[in-house]
C-alpha cells in the first residue's frame, strides 16, 4: 500500500547541485515528470526530504509525485509506486528503499524503461544497481559518534555495557553501516562490515530492533535492560529511537546522566534532545540537500542526459555528516548545539 502526494510547498534557493551536475540548456516544454519514493509518510526525516523536493520541482518547474510506504520495510508498497512511475512517464526518481536487496529487480526494471534512478539515504545492495546515491557516509555518521562515546569515557570505555538499538532484522545498509561505524569509532573488532551480530566483544549487550520509531526504541531498550541492568552506552539508529529508549532508561532511574546515549539524524528534535542531556551527540545529515540535489540531477538527465557524479575516493555522492555536542572530545570534529539548531530540520 502507497500513500501518493501532489506537489506542495514554496520556492526555496539551491543552486548546490550546479557544480556537481553541470548546467543544462533550457527546458523544453515537453512536462518533466518526477518521482520520489519515501519509506513512510510521517518520519520528520522523510517529511523534511519530501519538502526539499517539492520546492525544488517548484523552482524547476517540473511535476513531481510523491509515494510513501505504509510502513518502514514495506517493500511491496515502493514497488508499486516505481511501478506507477514507469507507467507515468517519469524521466526518473530518487527513492529511499525499504529493503535494499528485494527493490534491486523493480530498480532494474525501471532502468531499463530509460528512467534515471537516484538512491537516497539507503544504499542499494549492490550499490550500483541504481544510476546514482546521494547519501550520509553512514559508516562515517556512526563512527563518528562511537569516537564519541569511547572518546567521553576514557578508560572507562574498556569495560562499557553497550546496548544496540537498531532498525530492522532483514539489516538494510544504512543500519548495518551506521551500526558498524560505531564500532569501529569505539574500538570494537567487527567481523563482518556489512551485518552486525556476530561480534564477540563481551562489551556488547545485544541487538534489538526499533523499526526507526520511538515506541520500537523503548521497547527494544525495556528488553535490553532485562538482559543487561548495567547498561551505560546505548547505541541508536536514529533519534526517534534514542527518545523512546531514554524513556525506558528514566522509568528505571537512569535518565541521572550514568548512560550514554548517541545517535544519528540531526532534526531539530533530536538536537534540542542533545542540549537537554537526553542524547549526548548526533551526526547531523542533511535529507532536504538529498531530495533538491536529486531533483537537479533527474532534471538534467531529462533535458541533455547528463548524467550525476561521485564524490571521489567513494561509490556515491556525499551529501555530508556532522556531529553535534554540547561536550566536546579531543580529536573528534563536532559543531555546538546552537550551529546544530541553525541547521536542524524538522
Known sequence: ????????????????????????????????????????????????????????????????????????????????????????????????PSDSVAMVPTIEKAREAGLLVIVLDTPLDPIDAADAT??????????????????????????????????????????YLRDQGFMQGFGIDVKDPNRYGDEEDPRICGHEMTGGAEDGGRTAMETLLQKCPDINVVYT????????????LKAVGKDDGSVLVVSIDGGCPGVKNV????????????????????????????????????????????????????KPVDGVPSISVEEGLKLCWG
Open 1 to 96: 500500500m502507497i500513500y501518493k502526494s501532489s506537489l506542495l510547498g514554496s520556492c526555496v534557493a539551491g543552486a548546490v547541485a550546479l557544480g556537481v551536475f553541470g548546467v543544462a540548456p533550457a527546458m523544453s516544454q515537453e512536462e518533466i515528470i518526477v518521482g520520489l519514493v519515501t519509506k513512510t509518510e510521517g518520519n520528520p526525516f522523510f517529511v523534511k526530504m519530501r519538502e526539499g523536493a517539492q520546492a525544488k520541482a517548484k523552482e524547476l518547474g517540473i511535476t513531481l509525485q510523491t509515494y510513501a510506504g505504509k510502513f518502514d520495510g514495506d517493500n511491496e508498497g515502493q514497488v508499486a509506486a516505481v511501478e506507477g512511475l514507469i507507467a507515468a512517464g517519469a524521466k526518473g526518481f530518487a527513492i529511499v
Open 134 to 175: 546521494f547519501a550520509t557516509d553512514n559508516r562515517e555518521a556512526g563512527r563518528l559518534i562511537g569516537a564519541w562515546a569511547k572518546g567521553t569515557l576514557g578508560d572507562a570505555a574498556a569495560d562499557a555495557k553497550i546496548a544496540f538499538l537498531d532498525l530492522a532484522v532483514n539489516q538494510p545498509t544504512v543500519d
Open 237 to 248: 539508529i536514529n533519534e526517534p529511537a534514542a527518545a523512546g529508549a531514554w524513556e525506558a
Open 275 to 326: 542540549e537537554a542531556g537526553v542524547i549526548g551527540a548526533t551526526s547531523q545529515q542533511y535529507p532536504h540537500l538529498m531530495a533538491s540535489m536529486a531533483l537537479d540531477a533527474i532534471t538534467a538527465f531529462a533535458k541533455d542526459g547528463t548524467r550525476p557524479a561521485k564524490t571521489p575516493g567513494l561509490d556515491f555522492y556525499d551529501t555530508g555528516a556532522t556531529l553535534i555536542t554540547a
